[in-house]
């Protein structure tokens, strides 16, 4: 609306200014080199406005000749540009959708349109790795690197192409340039800290932590800090007491509940004469999570304590968190010590209709002490073999007789979880198909005890060892189709290792035999 007001306003001044020069009518005269020239006013303007649309022809005519070579060459550019960019779009179509030679038809027409173009390179390297070509989508990955605006990108598709090839001192090395080239990458701080980790060296896994502390979770953050934390304080345990202490409550007060750290930070301080505050430690982790390794601790506070002494503080400390089950073993334990044998029996009483391992081996233990009654004994020892397992500390398929802060399978910071740990043992997952294998179930039957004297070998043996008579279950899984990601990820990444389950029927193992 306003342009329309305005054009009407330019219009109507001109036809004024018409209309006044109109009526007051003129002549010009114009003499140069003999030559006169009369002519009206207003034809002398219309002759001048003439003039002047001319010679601006003539001058965008001119203008155009000159720069048609640069508009033909911005057209074909432009063309070319979105031919590749359809290339591209489609190619990486393909890859997601696993059809290789669509792929490397389009990887083809890209390379020869636009090879120097970031998507270019990554859909080449996502076609070699399509095709199974390491060898190309090395080359390609090498390429990226070498570029800054795709340094990350070809450094995590290097690391992915070490780690296919079973490589981790390149892996290693190819994400420790990324952490230095662009410390927010969340595959690269992982992969330096699972290896700091699997090599022990815990300063500079902290170190590294606390240089992402920004990318991390608060929560993340202070469990990870207080797991290296606790690692670094076993560490220096024996060789500088004071820091190891230090580092040991830090670590209890970002995470109180984590059952490592606060037997290590309790033992610390009953070693300084603190044991209010030791018992205090452990009490508080003992009500969220029930450990024998905290029970062990708390007994062990006061080292001049009788036995009868120990099962006093046993039951107290059992008695936070009534009805479970480490309660009732760590109570069993100390009333066995203390000659308590009544106060045993009934700690592990309502256990013994489908007792575990553990409570088998008290019950042998009980029974022996007790009433010297190998018969007993021998027949709870024979329970245990068949028992069901006890928790134990476990990640990536490895079971650890004690806690590890990182997997020492895949370095995977605070990976081990107290759970019943599988009894089968099932290969990794594979990428490329690989011809299936059959089950293969092979159990050796329990073993006839020859007589006293052998029993009387396996009965004082140290109670925390565990017959492993269990099936040994290999699966190997079916062939499958090789892995293919996104197209905005450089390859099928390394996943991360988690314990592979295996469902049991009703009647467990014990089906299995039957």
Not at 137 to 147: I, S
């Amino acid at each position: 609306m306003i342009r329309i007001v305005l054009f009407l306003i330019v219009v109507g001044a001109l036809s004024l200014g018409a209309v006044w020069l109109a009526d007051r009518p003129g002549d010009v005269v114009v003499v140069w080199q003999g030559l006169r020239i009369e002519t009206s006013l207003m034809v002398l303007g219309a002759a001048i406005v003439a003039a002047v649309v001319v010679v601006a022809l003539i001058f965008s005519l001119v203008r155009a000749i000159v720069r048609s070579p640069g508009a033909l060459s911005r057209h074909l550019r432009r063309r070319r540009g979105a031919r590749a960019y359809e290339a591209i779009s489609n190619g990486l179509i393909a890859v997601g959708s696993g059809d290789i030679g669509a792929a490397q038809k389009h990887s083809a027409t890209v390379n020869r349109l636009a090879p120097s173009e970031p998507l270019a390179l990554l859909l080449s390297a996502q076609s070699a790795q399509l095709a199974g070509d390491r060898d190309g989508a090395d080359r390609a990955f090498r390429v990226m690197a070498g570029r800054a605006d795709t340094k990350p990108l070809g450094l995590h598709g290097l690391f992915v192409e070490a780690h296919r090839r079973n490589d981790p001192a390149s892996a290693r090395a190819y994400a420790e340039e990324a952490v230095r080239t662009a410390p927010t990458l969340h595959w690269a701080n992982r992969a330096v800290l699972e290896a700091r980790c699997k090599d022990g060296d815990w300063a500079g896994a902290l170190a590294l932590l606390e240089s992402n502390v920004r990318n991390l979770a608060k929560e993340i953050y202070r469990r990870q800090r207080a797991v290296l934390l606790t690692a670094r304080a076993h560490a220096m345990e024996h060789a500088d007491h004071d820091s190891a202490k230090t580092m040991a409550l830090e670590a209890q007060k970002l995470a109180p509940t984590l059952v490592p750290t606060a037997a290590l930070a309790a033992r610390l301080l009953a070693q300084g004469g603190q044991l209010r505050k030791a018992r205090r430690v452990i009490e508080k982790a003992w009500r969220a999570n029930p450990h024998p390794e905290l029970a062990q601790a708390y007994s062990e506070l006061r080292s001049g304590d009788s036995a009868r002494d120990r099962l006093r503080r046993i039951e107290a400390l059992a008695s936070g968190v009534p009805g479970h089950i480490e309660g009732a073993l760590a109570v069993a334990r100390a009333a066995l010590d203390a000659q308590e044998f009544a106060k045993a029996r009934a700690a592990l009483a309502p256990y013994l209709e489908t007792p575990t391992k553990r409570i088998a081996l008290l019950m042998a233990d009980l029974e022996r002490v007790e009433r010297n009654d190998v018969g007993r004994a021998r027949e709870w020892l024979a329970r245990a073999l068949h028992a069901a397992p006890d928790p134990a500390w476990t990640a990536d398929g490895h079971v650890s007789d004690r806690w590890l802060p990182a997997s020492p399978v895949t370095g995977r910071l605070d990976a081990l979880e107290w759970r019943v740990p599988l009894t089968g043992t099932v290969s990794p997952p594979v990428i490329e198909p690989e011809p299936a294998r059959p089950v293969e179930i092979a159990a050796e039957p329990p073993r006839e005890t020859a007589g006293p004297p052998a029993l009387t070998e396996v009965v004082s043996s140290r109670r925390d060892e565990r017959p492993n008579l269990e099936p040994k279950v290999e699966l190997k899984p079916a062939p499958v189709i090789p892995l293919v990601h996104a197209p905005d990820d450089p390859g099928p990444d390394t996943a991360e290792e988690h314990e592979p389950q295996v469902a049991q029927e009703n009647g467990g193992w014990r089906k299995i035999f039957g």
